[in-house]
């Protein structure tokens, strides 16, 4: 079965400044999709970024980035220009290319800024 | 833009009752889901369903029961609540699998005395 792991339960990070959530990821598959997930206090789950394991170019979404290290299992978002709305749970999911209905999310992680 | 609709939003239970979440969403999406949410466990997959009439177990189904009769709804039963089952729970849906983005309803805050 996949597993994701977030070993960082909380991280701040003062306000304007560049962080870096990590995730990583247990599967044999060699074809699949990584994603970031957003929850802010609202409880709304919103979508960050996502990347297809087959591209080795990192996605990017205005201040967010990825990190993707396919051989590691590795997948982190790097928020940079900090600001006071992406304080929020921020959440790694992996689906499968094939038979791929299910999204397996991390544990989170739990993101503080600083004013 | 009503997108996925959980009722309701919270409810308390007691031990042995039982109650039905029902989601409904208005995207025709193919594919909904529900999942619990508990602190320092992220969220887990309960059941799941790819099509109307069609539900799969996940990850977490003991204690649960879904049903898909409509394309639109999605509903969750406990049959007799137990405390473990006090959550969060979030339905969500999507077009399909591959890269498409889950779109989430605003959860329903479930707690059992």
């Known amino acids: 079965a996949q597993t994701v792991t977030q070993s960082q339960p909380e991280m701040s990070v003062q306000e304007a400044e560049t962080v870096t959530l990590s995730c990583t990821y247990d599967?044999?598959?060699?074809?699949?999709?990584l994603f970031w997930y957003k929850q802010p206090p609202s409880r709304q789950m919103i979508l960050v970024i996502r990347?297809?394991?087959?591209?080795?170019q990192n996605a990017t979404e205005n201040r967010f980035s990825v990190n993707f290290q396919k051989a590691a299992k590795s997948f982190s978002l790097k928020i940079s220009d900090s600001q006071l709305g992406d304080a929020a749970m921020y959440f790694c999911?992996?689906?499968?290319?094939?038979?791929?209905?299910?999204?397996?999310f991390g544990t989170g992680t739990r993101l503080t800024i600083i004013p | 833009n009503a997108g996925v609709t959980q009722t309701p939003k919270f409810r308390v239970l007691k031990t042995g009752q039982s109650m039905t979440l029902l989601c409904a969403q208005d995207?025709?999406?193919?594919?909904m889901y529900w999942y619990r949410q508990d602190p320092g466990m992220g969220l887990r997959l309960i059941h799941y369903?790819?099509?109307?009439?069609?539900?799969a177990k996940g990850e977490v189904p003991d204690g649960y029961n879904v049903s898909r009769l409509k394309k639109q709804n999605f509903l969750l039963g406990l049959e007799s609540a137990a405390p473990s089952q006090t959550s969060v729970y979030f339905c969500a849906s999507t077009s399909g699998g591959g890269i498409r983005e889950l779109f989430f309803g605003e959860g329903s805050r479930l707690t059992v005395l």
């Open positions: 999911a992996y689906r499968r290319r094939i038979g791929n209905e299910k999204l397996t």
């Open positions: 599967t044999s598959e060699s074809d699949y999709y």
């Open positions: 990347q297809e394991a087959y591209k080795q």
């Open positions: 995207m025709n999406h193919e594919y």
């Open positions: 369903s790819v099509g109307e009439g069609t539900t």
